[in-house]
């Protein structure tokens, strides 16, 4: 048996059998090693529902399976064909180096949340989220007092290479940035507001609004221009996935812009002292060449679809 309170009231209540217990409890389980404590205070979560409704069990002839799967099999069964259909965005994700040519184009339900974007962008270009991150959603709107100050402004987070208007800044972490956030950005930074990256999904901003950047590791600073080029009305998957893309991105902790291209010298030079120890160290730092198939292979093994 088990319980659970609605309005204030406690109600008892028998399960299913004893397997049933025993899967709610993994699912429990499971939620309790994802939350961090950052998911927003809602009785929904979706994040954490998907990640527990995904984890595998063994069914009545002994083979491992995945409920969401299962569910999946039926449903197209009992309806004869495929069973998703959504709004979805086409993105162009362009890191920002001075001499190479990076970009990653991929497609993303408008359901899922900045924070699954967040996951795809780490995918997609080979990191592991070891560091901060934040998202900024642009306005179409050109600064028009810019020109004399432009130089200034360029070096600061919010700054669009376009030259657009920061609306909000979607932050990871509620100690980073807590000061921005209690006092606010100074001018002309000023109105720009707030949110925690984790509350927002892409609907709420896409399509009307089709400019964005990612910024991730505030060290080595690396920045992501987004482009929206093409809301899909009827995309039938319920997964995001890569379908194009050009250049190797830069490794985790490489030392930023200028670290890369020092990086870069060293590997493609043999006679190099240190060619074989950077390569070596390239390897740890999971560094390889651009390969759309293996990008949806680690898209796929992060969101478990």
């Known amino acids: 048996m088990y319980t659970y309170c609605c309005a204030g009231e406690i109600i008892y209540t028998k399960t299913k059998d004893r397997l049933s217990v025993a899967k709610m409890r993994a699912a429990c389980e499971e939620v309790y090693m994802i939350d961090d404590g950052s998911f927003p205070q809602s009785a929904v979560q979706k994040f954490l529902s998907l990640h527990a409704s995904r984890r595998p069990y063994k069914n009545q002839k002994g083979e491992y399976v995945c409920s969401h799967i299962e569910l999946y099999k039926d449903?197209?069964?009992?309806?004869?064909?495929?069973?998703?259909?959504?709004?979805?965005?086409?993105?162009?994700?362009?890191?920002?180096?001075?001499?190479?040519?990076?970009?990653?184009?991929?497609?993303?339900?408008?359901?899922?949340?900045?924070?699954?974007?967040?996951?795809?962008?780490?995918?997609?270009?080979?990191?592991?989220?070891?560091?901060?991150?934040?998202?900024?959603?642009?306005?179409?709107?050109?600064?028009?007092?810019?020109?004399?100050?432009?130089?200034?402004?360029?070096?600061?987070?919010?700054?669009?290479?376009?030259?657009?208007?920061?609306?909000?800044?979607?932050?990871?972490?509620?100690?980073?940035?807590?000061?921005?956030?209690?006092?606010?950005?100074?001018?002309?930074?000023?109105?720009?507001?707030?949110?925690?990256?984790?509350?927002?999904?892409?609907?709420?901003?896409i399509p009307r609004h089709r400019k964005f950047k990612y910024r991730y590791d505030f060290g080595d600073n690396w920045e992501i221009y987004i482009d929206v080029e093409e809301v899909i009305e009827n995309y039938d998957k319920n997964y995001p996935i890569c379908i194009d893309g050009e250049g190797n991105a830069p490794p985790e902790d490489v030392g930023g812009k200028w670290g890369y291209e020092e990086f870069l010298e060293i590997i493609n030079d043999k006679e190099h002292p240190e060619h074989r120890d950077m390569l070596a160290w390239a390897e740890s730092q999971g560094y390889g060449d651009f390969d759309v198939e293996e990008v949806n292979k680690r898209i796929k093994l992060c969101f478990d679809f």
């Open 75 to 205: 449903l197209e069964a009992l309806f004869g064909g495929n069973i998703f259909g959504c709004r979805a965005a086409v993105l162009k994700l362009t890191l920002d180096l001075e001499k190479q040519n990076v970009w990653r184009r991929i497609i993303i339900p408008l359901t899922y949340s900045f924070y699954d974007l967040h996951k795809v962008i780490q995918k997609a270009f080979y990191w592991v989220d070891y560091h901060l991150h934040e998202f900024y959603v642009c306005d179409d709107t050109v600064y028009q007092f810019l020109s004399p100050d432009e130089r200034h402004w360029k070096t600061h987070p919010l700054y669009h290479r376009e030259g657009i208007k920061p609306l909000l800044t979607l932050y990871c972490d509620e100690e980073d940035d807590y000061g921005f956030r209690e006092e606010g950005y100074l001018p002309p930074f000023n109105d720009v507001g707030f949110r925690h990256v984790k509350e927002v999904d892409l609907l709420e901003y």
